[in-house]
């Protein structure tokens, strides 16, 4: 089974920002979140990884709290292209399997 | 870095034939999985390497399934006896397993249709 629950769609327009928040109650102590994006007959694409409070990179933001049982990735200004699914990962406990949900499918409208 | 790839892009074939897909890993990367996906579902585990140790293979998967990663390199995945059921796109990816939590890089997979 997933060890992450994140909602099963979402929609936005253009320019705004969008925050999609990931469950993991029971990541381990030493475990890492990632997230993905993947666009149809392609295969998932890495966009953020942190462990702790705040991650910032070219194309998106990772907030942690601190007890770290949830996650939020966070899309600033997203344009049509943005449209995809987006999963966030973290492995299978003691080992480097990775388990994905159904991910988020986001849909920006114009 | 060329990135993971995989072949071919696309396979059809007649329910009852073997088909074998292969993937290339991003060279250094020493773990390579194999994921399958249908329609509308995330990707769905099968089977793990390090190395050329195969770690893990999903409870899931029939004896009709093998992987194989002879000297830690590619990697090959075959279907024997395929059925319409396993109609999906697989999905290679590799990390570099010295560092804990290395991201995976997935390849743009094959997609398979058993007819």
């Known amino acids: 089974l997933a060890k992450t629950t994140q909602p099963i769609s979402m929609d936005s327009y253009e320019g705004q920002e969008v925050n999609i928040t990931c469950s993991h109650n029971?990541?381990?102590?030493?475990?890492?979140i990632t997230w993905y994006q993947q666009f149809p007959s392609q295969g998932p694409r890495f966009i953020i990884q942190?462990?702790?409070t705040k991650v910032t990179n070219e194309v998106a933001s990772l907030f942690i709290p601190a007890d770290r049982k949830s996650s939020t990735l966070s899309l600033p200004r997203v344009s049509l292209s943005d449209t995809a699914v987006y999963y966030c990962?973290?492995?299978?406990?003691?080992?480097?399997?990775?388990?994905f949900g159904t991910g988020t499918r986001l849909k920006v409208l114009a | 870095d060329t990135g993971v790839s995989q072949d071919p892009r696309h396979k059809i074939t007649k329910r009852g034939q073997n088909v074998t897909f292969r993937c290339d890993p991003i060279s250094e990367h020493n773990r390579l999985y194999w994921y399958r996906q249908t329609l509308g579902q995330g990707p769905e585990f099968l089977t793990y390497?390090?190395?050329?140790?195969?770690?893990?293979k999903s409870r899931l998967l029939s004896d009709r399934f093998s992987a194989e990663r002879p000297k830690g390199s590619f990697s090959t995945l075959e279907i024997q006896r395929t059925e319409q059921g396993d109609s999906a796109m697989y999905l290679c990816?590799?990390?570099?397993?010295?560092?804990?939590?290395?991201?995976?890089?997935f390849g743009n997979g094959t997609r398979l249709t058993v007819t």
């Open positions: 029971n990541i381990a102590t030493n475990d890492y």
């Open positions: 390497f390090q190395n050329e140790a195969q770690l893990e």
């Open positions: 990816a590799s990390s570099l397993g010295r560092r804990a939590n290395s991201p995976l890089h």
């Open positions: 990962l973290v492995p299978t406990s003691g080992t480097y399997k990775y388990i």
């Open positions: 942190g462990y702790k």
